[in-house]
């Protein structure tokens, strides 16, 4: 997660945004009783806003004596930050059903930990129902395909032995990213990873079987790479770590940040293979693009994350990876009534080319793609998504950290904080993320992020997604 370095322009509840011990402060103050009523408050009639709702929809066409059915896709950090917003502001004038596989909320950013230590495994699941909005139909099952034109998706139950339909007005597709190794030759059947629950447990599962001194070798040079390679040098010392990286190690950190990632107490006994691409995972193994072949007991894919194929089988527009095109709104490029946010989406683009997938984006896109329905509803103009990053911020095991401040194009600054402080900081994001989900249900709207200032520079464009 992002979090505040510099303090741009703006009210102050929006200048501290991204910031998480100010949130922290603004969620918990004391809310005033008209806005504590508001949370449960049925719409009545002569209600002057729904009277403005009404003269508003003869404006934009929407029917709002009918309630306007939401239905979202996914109870990631998008997921469930747009649900709540949506159920928050808008009460009873809206219908919302989200869809999930499962009834758990899994924090994807501690993966990494449930992989290397079974006493994390706990603190990564949280039942979603807690974390929902009451008024929030949680549906257990997974979306198969979006048929826009009639307004529908198509579900199956958990098993996938029963299947429904479920209708919308508008959609919001939150479903992530996850397992990247069926676009790697062998990786499917030789390598594990850590992008899902069950994968991080078969990983956990294959390291227990592992006597002391096999190799363990991961592949890739971003966050998540750098996240597990130290968590299982602290959590398993006993085996022999290599970690492989087609670029350098921690590519978007600051020189200055880099010596101290390849100095830290977790990378000791780590072998850092640079500059060397793989192009197969074998039993023994990896072989690289110039054909070296680098032994190891167990692979762990870590340079990148897939995204599941449902909107490019929906015939939805996608970039190359499979992730739905959005506009500024988080609308569609096709439809319109299909929103999206999070890992599953790009935005089409130089807006969308410095953003990375992660939860510091997931969870204001799944904000704002609730803004653009409340907006429609009410017969506003919506406004364009924007989102200045201040920070990257990594754990390098459980006490020793990495935040890298960045500008808001997410380019490194000179300046990096280490050790036991940056860990803290770290775990205090990682706390945060989830923590502004349940205030979001306490309170719609309580949660802002920083903006770039409007003379900002340009983003530069980037290929790679950071986290890769
Ligand atoms: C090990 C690891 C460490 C990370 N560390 C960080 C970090 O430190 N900071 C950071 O910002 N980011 C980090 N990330 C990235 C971050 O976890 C993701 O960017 C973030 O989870 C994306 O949020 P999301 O809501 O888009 O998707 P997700 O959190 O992936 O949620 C998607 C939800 O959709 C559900 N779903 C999937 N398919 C369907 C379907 N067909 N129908 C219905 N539901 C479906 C999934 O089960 C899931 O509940 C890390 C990721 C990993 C794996």
């Not at 592992?210 to 991961?218: A, D, Q, R, Y």
């Not at 130089?350 to 799944?366: D, I, K, W, Y």
């Not at 903006?451 to 290929?463: L, Y």
Request: net charge positive; proline share 7%.
């Amino acid at each position: 997660m992002a979090a505040a370095s510099r303090v741009p322009p703006g009210k102050p509840s929006e200048r501290w945004t991204g910031n998480a011990v100010a949130a922290m402060i603004s969620a918990i103050r004391p809310r005033r009783p008209s806005q504590r009523c508001q949370l449960r408050r049925s719409p009545q009639e002569g209600d002057p806003k729904i009277s403005q709702t009404r003269r508003l929809s003869r404006h934009t066409g929407m029917d709002n004596t009918k309630q306007h059915r939401i239905l979202i896709l996914g109870a990631g950090y998008a997921g469930v930050m747009s649900a709540n917003r949506l159920a928050g502001k808008l009460g009873s004038r809206v219908d919302i059903t989200l869809v999930n596989p499962i009834p758990e909320f899994v924090e994807r950013i501690r993966l990494h930990e449930v992989a290397a230590r079974i006493e994390s495994d706990s603190a990564t699941r949280h039942t979603v129902t807690e974390l929902l909005h009451p008024a929030v139909r949680l549906r257990l099952g997974t979306a198969t395909r979006i048929r826009p034109g009639d307004h529908e998706v198509d579900c199956a139950e958990p098993g996938g032995q029963k299947t429904w339909t479920q209708s919308y007005d508008e959609l919001i597709y939150a479903i992530g990213s996850g397992s990247p190794l069926a676009a790697v030759p062998g990786a499917l059947e030789h390598a594990h990873d850590v992008s899902g629950l069950d994968r991080a447990h078969a990983l956990r599962t294959a390291l227990d079987a592992l006597p002391s001194g096999k190799t363990v070798l991961i592949v890739g040079g971003g966050t998540t790479a750098i996240e597990t390679v130290t968590e299982l040098g602290v959590a398993r010392p006993g085996l022999s770590l290599k970690i492989v990286t087609s670029s350098v190690l921690g590519p978007t950190l600051s020189p200055k940040a880099r010596r101290y990632l390849m100095n830290a107490p977790a990378m000791r006994n780590v072998d850092t293979i640079e500059q060397t691409k793989v192009a197969e995972v074998t039993p023994a193994g990896i072989v690289t693009t110039d054909g070296r072949s680098i032994p190891a007991d167990c692979v762990i894919w870590a340079a990148s994350f897939a995204v599941p194929e449902v909107a490019k089988d929906s015939g939805l527009d996608v970039d190359r990876a499979g992730r739905l095109t959005v506009d500024s709104l988080m609308r569609s490029t096709q439809h319109p009534d299909v929103l999206g946010a999070g890992d599953g989406v790009v935005i089409a683009g130089p807006e969308g080319s410095t953003l990375r997938m992660a939860c510091g984006t997931a969870v204001p896109q799944g904000a704002h793609a609730a803004a653009t329905i409340i907006a429609g509803l009410r017969g506003e103009t919506p406004k364009p998504f924007a989102l200045a990053y201040l920070a990257l911020n990594m754990s390098l095991g459980p006490n020793d950290g990495l935040v890298q401040p960045t500008r808001a194009n997410d380019s490194p600054r000179d300046i990096s904080f280490t050790g036991r402080f940056a860990g803290w900081v770290n775990e205090l994001n990682n706390r945060y993320a989830r923590l502004i989900l349940g205030w979001e249900r306490q309170r719609a709207g309580s949660y802002h992020w920083a903006k770039p200032r409007r003379n900002a520079s340009t983003p530069t464009q980037r290929q790679e997604h950071a986290r890769s």
